[in-house]
């Protein structure tokens, strides 16, 4: 009985633990991308969950992702995009400048984009933390310091490959955490569409590249 007591102590625990870290709900299923949304006891920021599938190897999309000259191109409201830190091929620091509808102030940040990738699963990893004060701040504009994107990728059958990012950012300044979570939706999805197109460019389609395996 004792025995019984205790496995069904554990179940629960270990129930408990899954519903707590996949509380995300469902806000966005449009074109393919799938967009959630989950509170955090640390902030009053929602976060994000952006899943999709793109017809694409694994190196196509890490080569878009890494091509911060044309990332303007499909990155929702951002502008002056530009490379600050080439550390490999799979590490970099870059700049971007993100306009605001006015009156709000426009924000940048500087993003550390670091690629990984598993050998036996091939998943992909890109770990995309802000990095506060490798350029200095912008009289006007505000910079975000708070923010942590990530994103996994799959492969998923022959030339196909399934995206889950994960983004919590929080824009700092004096916007209402309540009108941040209105829209916090709204440029991943609009992103998300733009990428899915300018993957298909030519510059993208035979991708190759040294330190990832399809």
């Known amino acids: 009985m004792k025995k019984k007591l205790i496995l069904l102590f554990l179940l629960l625990a270990n129930c408990a633990i899954a519903q707590t870290n996949d509380n995300w709900a469902l806000k966005e299923n449009n074109n393919g991308i799938k967009i959630f949304t989950r509170d955090l006891e640390s902030s009053k920021i929602k976060?994000?969950?952006?899943?999709?599938k793109l017809e694409a190897t694994l190196s196509q999309v890490v080569a878009a992702l890494m091509d911060i000259k044309n990332s303007e191109e499909w990155l929702y409201h951002t502008t002056g995009n530009?490379?600050?830190?080439?550390?490999?091929?799979?590490?970099?620091?870059?700049?971007s400048l993100i306009e605001m509808p006015w009156p709000v102030?426009?924000?940048?940040?500087?993003?550390?984009l670091k690629v990984s990738q598993d050998a036996v699963t091939k998943t992909v990893t890109i770990d995309a933390p802000c990095v506060a004060d490798m350029v200095p701040v912008k009289s006007k504009i505000v910079r975000i310091t708070n923010s942590n994107?990530?994103?996994v990728?799959?492969?998923?059958?022959k030339d196909h490959v399934k995206i889950i990012y994960t983004l919590h950012a929080d824009p700092?300044?004096?916007?209402?955490?309540?009108?941040?979570?209105?829209?916090v939706t709204q440029g991943p999805l609009q992103s998300f569409k733009k990428f899915k197109i300018h993957l298909q460019k030519p510059i993208y389609r035979n991708a190759r590249l040294d330190y990832i395996i399809d």
Do not use: M
């Not at 530009?82 to 700049?95: C, D, F, G, T, W």
């Not at 916007?175 to 979570?181: G, Y």
């Open 105 to 112: 102030s426009n924000r940048d940040f500087i993003a550390h």
């Open 172 to 183: 700092g300044g004096n916007i209402p955490a309540w009108l941040t979570n209105l829209f």
């Open 149 to 151: 994107g990530k994103w």
């Open 47 to 52: 976060a994000i969950k952006v899943e999709c």
């Open 82 to 95: 530009y490379l600050i830190k080439q550390v490999s091929p799979a590490e970099l620091y870059y700049y």
């Open 153 to 157: 990728l799959y492969a998923s059958g």
